[in-house]
């Protein structure tokens, strides 16, 4: 062995022997990351086999441990004891779980009842079936044992004396068990000739009831055997017990078990034969975002319902809009009392219930029918009491839902009202191992590193589906673990693992960067030094927070002031990409809204209307366009609830959404100052000047180009006066519309006129193309 291959080994050797430390301490390593990075590094050394081998043997038992004798922990083993097939660890494993496999032998040991009063017929055909079982029986038997003594040699070597003693007991079972089924068959035997014959006495056959109550004890000590010497067959847990198995939920956690014991208590004083005139409401209203585990919470509720004998059955109707409202008068109805019925007994789980009271809905739309219908039963003598009903959905919705309902309302006490928070990233990261595990891998520790950056990058608004997002994450991490690892080359490690490779988005990268669209504009030097300062600022605190120094907290809001046409919009969107490219916005879009997006038409409206709107803009920018608008003395005026809503859901959200006003300064200062809070959230205005005629005229130039068209130079030359000498409204609204027009000029102009063997002349705009464009818009706004 040469100098550098004694050096690795002995590398591996001071890392395995502190892993052995702690697994002879605890009994399983803790981070099983440590032993899955040193297989990758190892996997394909031939050398290293007897490393492999070590390795994987601490990776089974520390599945064992943790979860059990899962296909997993098999598969580690099969693995250990193909590397080395003198692994100690490994071999004492599958000797344990080895021994374990014996314990369903006498599982299909039955014997058929035998009665002496039987008739003759009877008596003979239960005689030639105890003879053929006994030969079938006393087959396997040996079968077994012949394993067992095998299987006793293998493990002599590898486990502890209690296991050896128990491989003994078995055996000395089964030899027991030979020989009274010998015996048995013996007797069955003769039991049959006697039946044969013409004088039969009762002996043959207590022979036989005595050699079969033998065979029966031996079955006894055998599964008593088992009983003691493996861990104890879990049982089926309660729904308390599952619950708490449940991760994260602790609040829910807490309310549930208070809920559980109320019912106990109430249980135990109708057992006092105390009065209880007003029974407790069965019925729930569990809220929360998407994948936050209401339809789970709703089954245990049944489950409760049913161990504590409120409700006879466990069973979970679930129904959704879809399923209840019918497209004809008496359809709905219908529906909804046969899913009643069916529920009857057991829970109607009725899910996003908020949608069937629809915003504006017309007279063909049955929602309000579900809700009446629905009501109506829940209080007729023949269904009350013997049902319960959950309704889940997003909380204001569900809320608002509820308040709009009276009748619906006081059926569901507000000490029924569960909300179910998001997942912290942590618990997610949890579930997501759990969920790999189902399938039978693990994830490394690069790959918990990609997965956590996903789902904060997922985490944007209230659709986010916490556990079904993550689901989603890991389902598509196994694809891409599928569709790239090579067959032909199969290390274990690629069928029972997840890296960070298999959870890295592959993003298409622009073509051209948002700092390079910014550069390109044409003029806004000030603006763009501007906004390159603010991006400079959020970078260098995303910085300070990644070397865990403290961080000056960031506010993006900005106030866009100018006339109309000077790039407020176009900035505003470039300004969003560079938000997204250094990090702080998850998703870099930009919605653009205006008054009518916000106002509504009546009380409470507004809100709604403005809290949606910002729910589509999380993530990215707000850019609300004439957003003084917004602002009016009017006392019946519903700006102003736009403006408390917007001030309260930017405090909300704070990082996650960055709004930008556009309009013109005064009235753009008014709207500031009729409300500190909304003044207070702005620390930055740019003002956009107004183009130059130089400024304009590249604009011009380069908006044709887009296209395939070009100015001639005596258009040029007329343009720059025009520029100069008219004051022209629109600034970059007036570029784009003139070269529009011109191009309908050109178009008019050419078609007029034979264009054979003359095609470049299709992209020239000449002078009157130019002058007759600008004739038209000055027409127009005049």
Not at 380 to 389: S, T, W
């Amino acid at each position: 062995m040469n100098t550098r291959n004694k050096h690795q080994h002995h590398d591996y050797d001071v890392k395995i022997k502190e892993l052995t430390e702690e697994i002879n301490e605890k009994g399983y390593i803790n981070d099983l990351h440590k032993i899955m990075a040193l297989l990758a590094e190892i996997e394909n050394i031939q050398s290293l086999a007897s490393y492999q081998s070590e390795l994987f043997s601490m990776l089974a038992k520390s599945q064992k441990f943790l979860h059990g004798e899962d296909s997993l922990y098999e598969t580690w083993l099969r693995e250990a004891v193909r590397s080395d097939a003198n692994n100690k660890r490994a071999n004492e494993l599958l000797a344990s779980s080895g021994w374990k496999k014996y314990s369903e032998v006498f599982s299909v040991i039955e014997f058929p009842l035998i009665r002496e009063t039987d008739n003759r017929t009877a008596k003979k055909k239960v005689a030639e079936e105890y003879i053929y079982l006994c030969g079938k029986y006393m087959e396997r038997i040996m079968e077994q044992r012949s394993k067992l003594e095998e299987s006793l040699k293998q493990a002599n070597n590898h486990v502890e004396d209690g296991t050896i003693k128990n491989y003994k007991a078995a055996i000395t079972l089964l030899s027991e068990a030979s020989e009274e089924l010998t015996e048995l068959l013996q007797a069955a035997k003769e039991y049959e000739e006697s039946i044969s014959g013409v004088f039969h006495t009762a002996t043959h056959f207590n022979d036989m009831k005595e050699h079969l109550d033998r065979v029966m004890k031996v079955k006894k000590q055998w599964n008593a055997l088992f009983q003691t010497s493996m861990d104890v067959l879990t049982q089926p847990k309660d729904a308390l017990a599952e619950l708490q198995s449940m991760i994260g939920l602790a609040e829910v956690k807490n309310r549930m078990n208070e809920y559980y014991r109320f019912l106990q208590y109430q249980n135990k004083r109708k057992e006092l034969g105390l009065q209880i005139r007003d029974e407790l409401s069965l019925n729930m209203v569990l809220t929360g975002n998407p994948g936050t585990g209401k339809t789970t919470i709703a089954r245990l509720l049944a489950k409760i319902y049913y161990e504590l004998g409120v409700l006879p059955r466990e069973e979970v109707i679930e129904v959704d809009r879809s399923q209840l409202v019918g497209s004809f008068i008496g359809q709905t109805e219908e529906r909804v009392q046969n899913a009643v019925e069916k529920s009857l007994g057991g829970v109607l789980f009725i899910d996003e219930a908020y949608s069937l009271k629809r915003e504006g809905q017309s007279g063909n739309d049955y929602g309000q029918t579900v809700i009446d219908t629905l009501v109506s039963l829940m209080s007729n003598q023949k269904y009350a009491g013997k049902f319960a009903v959950i309704l889940a959905g997003y909380p204001d919705e569900t809320r608002q839902f509820l308040q709009a309902n009276p009748g619906l309302r006081s059926r569901f006490p507000q000490s029924n009202h569960f909300q179910l928070p998001d997942y912290t990233t942590e618990e997610l990261l949890q579930l997501a191992e759990g969920m790999a595990r189902d399938n039978d891998y693990l994830m490394t520790k690069d790959a918990k590193m990609e997965l956590e950056m996903r789902i904060e990058a997922e985490k944007v608004d209230e659709t986010f589906g916490n556990a079904r997002t993550v689901r989603s994450i890991v389902n598509d991490a196994i694809f891409k673990r599928g569709a790239r690892t090579d067959l032909d080359e199969n290390p274990i490690l690629h069928y029972t693992s997840l890296t960070g490779e298999d959870f890295r988005r592959n993003e298409l990268k622009p073509t051209i960067s948002p700092g390079e669209k910014l550069g390109l504009l044409v003029g806004l030097d000030e603006i763009k030094k501007e906004v390159q300062a603010i991006i400079a600022f959020v970078e260098m605190q995303q910085l300070r927070r990644n070397y865990g120094l403290q961080a000056v907290p960031i506010q993006s809001h900005t106030v866009f002031t100018g006339n109309p046409g000077t790039g407020k919009t176009t900035v505003a969107k470039i300004y969003s990409e560079l938000l997204k490219e250094t990090g702080l916005l998850k998703r870099g879009h930009m919605i653009v809204a205006g008054r009518s997006d916000f106002v509504g038409e009546y009380v409470g409206q507004t809100a709604i209307k403005t809290k949606k709107k910002i729910r589509e803009a999380l993530g990215g920018v707000l850019f609300i366009d004439e957003a003084y608008s917004l602002f009016s003395k009017s006392e019946n005026d519903f700006g102003k609830e736009v403006i408390d809503t917007l001030v309260e859901e930017m405090t909300k959200h704070n990082e996650n959404l960055v709004v930008v006003l556009a309009g013109y300064s005064k009235e753009m200062n008014r709207l500031l100052e009729s409300n500190p809070g909304l003044r207070s959230r702005f620390r930055k205005f740019i003002h956009f000047p107004d183009y130059t005629a130089e400024e304009l005229l590249q604009i011009i130039e380069n908006y044709a180009v887009q296209y395939q068209y070009k100015l001639e130079d005596q258009a040029i030359s007329w343009l720059n006066e025009y520029l100069t000498n008219h004051l022209v409204k629109g600034n970059g609204r007036f570029a784009t519309s003139l070269v529009d027009e011109a191009i309908q000029e050109q178009a008019m102009r050419i078609m007029n006129k034979s264009i054979e063997n003359n095609s470049q002349n299709l992209t020239i705009l000449m002078t009157e193309d130019l002058r007759k464009a600008a004739e038209k818009i000055g027409k127009s706004e005049m």
